[in-house]
């Protein structure tokens, strides 16, 4: 199991399974959060904020992964197709790709929240859109840095087939790149919902999120219960970026 998490130069990543932990504590604790609350209805007013929080936690946390892993399947599916399919189309796919980038493509989330209304089909596929683009220009540049390897200019040398090194050598170096760069969607997704939900546009209100209760908490001027979600959410995001740098390989083998 260590040896998934390794750092940049190929050592073991305490910080990876640091955040693996914090993720399992987290999913954890908000599962076995409506045991705590007796019951109590999420939004209760009387509720005690950290099992409030904790409950909340179980929508962010669920939306993440489902926006986050489709997200990522577009993106890395994007930059994958870029590599594959030649040059001009290479050119014209990341382009596209690296305008979306630039754009503030978060303020889609409110927005089709808002016109399309609160579904949560609609916010995941919205979040998946705008996280999509910049995930494709991760998988692009893992890509490329891979087939600039000595290795694989080797095994053409050598005289291997497109397909052999295809099946020997480009496939087995580029899990853990594309693996990594798909992880990036989770907290980029958690990100996104959390923005629409601080403005009132995330997660329909029976599923809760800690964006939407930071927020309530916010207008309320209730600085009591707006440290649970929010610390609950900054913590959540470190440990996603840090479970995603971890799955960075250190140097890819011949």
Do not use: K
Request: positive net charge.
């Amino acid at each position: 199991m260590m040896t998934l998490f390794t750092g940049s130069e190929g050592r073991p990543g305490g910080r990876g399974a640091a955040a693996v932990a914090v993720l399992a504590g987290l999913a954890l604790a908000c599962a076995v959060a409506p045991l705590m609350a007796d019951g109590a209805v999420v939004r209760r007013h009387d509720a005690d904020p950290l099992v409030a929080a904790l409950l909340d936690g179980r929508g962010s946390l669920s939306f993440a992964l489902f926006a986050g892993l489709l997200g990522g399947a577009l993106g890395v599916g994007w930059g994958v197709l870029a590599t594959a399919l030649g040059r001009r189309a290479e050119r014209r796919l990341m382009s596209t790709a690296t305008r979306l980038t630039a754009l503030p493509l978060v303020l889609l989330v409110p927005l089709a929240a808002g016109l399309l209304g609160g579904g949560v089909g609609i916010l995941a596929l919205t979040v998946a859109l705008a996280v999509a683009p910049a995930i494709a220009g991760l998988t692009h540049a893992e890509l490329n840095a891979l087939m600039r390897r000595e290795f694989l200019t080797a095994a053409r040398a050598a005289g291997l087939s497109e397909g052999a090194i295809l099946r020997r050598h480009l496939i087995p170096n580029a899990r853990r790149p594309l693996l990594a760069a798909g992880a990036l969607a989770l907290p980029r997704a958690l990100a996104a919902e959390s923005f629409a939900g601080l403005l009132g546009l995330g997660l329909p209100a029976p599923l809760g999120s800690w964006g939407a209760s930071a927020g309530l908490a916010a207008r309320l001027g209730d600085p009591v219960a707006l440290a649970a979600p929010a610390l609950l959410l900054a913590v959540s995001l470190w440990a996603l970026c840090a479970f995603a740098d971890s799955l960075r390989p250190g140097h890819p083998r011949p």
